[in-house]
């Protein structure tokens, strides 16, 4: 009996130790993995393919969507913005005012007033034309009476890149030829000249300015941006100041400015050109193409916003809708899972992770379909393609967003399924 007791003391001891106590490990709860739950995640994908097809189509449409609003209007915009600023929304003029001086000579800036503009912060470039107040002939049998009418500018090898201007027909200035007696033909000079072209090869046409021979080596297409231009001879600036007596002073600059600093910079150039006589700088008002170039940025921003928010909607919607009716249509399997030891958290991971899944899919479709056909619109309108990258990340990013949301309400129903009531669900 005493042998009895002991053993029957010693057992009840044993049994209620800490270490008998303890769940044995192959009862314990299993923690998954994220690679394990991403594979548990993808059997409903790959098990139902074709309706995990259909609801990747369904958020592949929404996010093209919002590639395509985005892109097309942001490829308009820009074809937009390169015609507006070729109008000279970013340009500014200043003009040496000869009714400021009261009638007593020509008017003039100062010689280092290019190199002071320039100094500018929110300018990019200046370039100078100055009147040489020369006449120019096409023979030298018509008399001075029997001027053309046009204006002998001396020119920076720099000026067609600041106004804009193409070459039609032979070539600008350069550092050499900037040095002979040599003029480049605005539009309408070349068309009073009669020089309608020039022909490779051949000896470069003459004109007389004042009592000296020059060589055309170019002639320019119409510049919109300074008709003045069109009706003007050009000379080299050092061959206006060794040919013609030029004291290098302009008369005329044409200033590039960082397009939203325009105002800023129109407000201190009479001051900066001209320091001792600010009232004789003439300075010409920004493009009124800029404001309507501004409206359509605010209104193409706010076209973005509200179709790409309309799109998202419309894919989220999609998603919820078919998770909601995979987990009706899988009660069997979850109740399966539960009787097997999966715990809620496990069965909410496995839906959530399902749903994401899909909204991934289907935002990277949608991603390549509505650059893809982006850049197809673009390339039909013969516009600059745009694909915005915030509209590329955000929907990817959005779609991931959606996925959550749209799978938080099934994965919590499919948790909640008892076993039982699963199992037994016809």
Not at 61 to 80: C, D, E, H, K, N
Not at 197 to 225: A, K, M, N, S, Y
């Amino acid at each position: 009996m005493r042998a009895g007791s002991r053993l029957r003391s010693t057992v009840l001891r044993e049994s209620t130790t800490p270490q008998a106590r303890t769940t044995p490990p192959w009862l314990r709860p299993v923690r998954l993995s994220p690679a394990d739950l991403l594979r548990l995640g993808l059997v409903g994908i790959r098990s139902r393919r074709m309706r995990a097809a259909l609801s990747a189509i369904g958020i592949s449409i929404g996010i093209a969507t919002m590639i395509v609003v985005t892109g097309i209007p942001a490829s308009s915009q820009r074809a937009l913005n390169a015609e507006l600023t070729a109008l000279g929304t970013d340009r500014l003029q200043a003009v040496a005012d000869a009714n400021a001086s009261g009638g007593e000579g020509p008017v003039s800036f100062p010689a280092e007033s290019v190199s002071m503009v320039d100094r500018i912060g929110a300018v990019e470039a200046v370039a100078a034309v100055a009147n040489t107040h020369a006449t120019v002939r096409r023979s030298d049998r018509l008399g001075p009476l029997d001027a053309s009418g046009l204006t002998v500018l001396a020119a920076r090898k720099d000026l067609l890149d600041v106004i804009n201007a193409k070459v039609r027909s032979g070539q600008y200035f350069t550092a050499a030829t900037e040095r002979f007696p040599s003029v480049v033909l605005g539009a309408v000079a070349a068309a009073r000249l009669g020089f309608p072209d020039l022909r490779p090869g051949e000896p470069p046409p003459l004109v007389l300015i004042g009592d000296q021979w020059f060589g055309v080596i170019g002639i320019l297409r119409t510049v919109p941006l300074a008709p003045d231009i069109d009706r003007s001879v050009l000379v080299g600036w050092q061959a206006a100041h060794s040919k013609l007596g030029f004291d290098g002073r302009p008369t005329q600059l044409f200033i590039q400015a960082d397009e939203p600093a325009v105002e800023d910079v129109r407000a201190v150039l009479p001051a900066t050109v001209n320091p001792q006589s600010p009232s004789v700088v003439l300075v010409s008002r920004p493009s009124d193409a800029l404001a309507a170039k501004r409206s359509a940025e605010a209104t193409f921003s706010g076209l973005f916003v509200g179709l790409a928010g309309l799109a998202l909607l419309v894919g989220g919607i999609g998603v919820a809708n078919t998770m909601v009716i995979s987990v009706l249509e899988r009660r069997r399997e979850i109740g399966l899972r539960r009787a097997l030891g999966a715990n809620r958290g496990q069965i909410r991971g496995q839906f959530l992770t399902e749903s994401i899944a899909l909204s991934c899919l289907g935002g990277i479709a949608g991603i390549g379909v509505g650059v893809l056909a982006t850049m197809g619109y673009a390339a039909y309108k013969d516009w600059p393609p745009v694909i915005p990258l915030q509209a590329v990340t955000g929907g990817f990013c959005g779609a991931v967003l959606i996925g959550v949301m749209a799978g938080v309400y099934p994965a919590v129903r499919a948790s909640r399924l008892s076993p039982t009531a699963a199992l037994t669900t016809t």
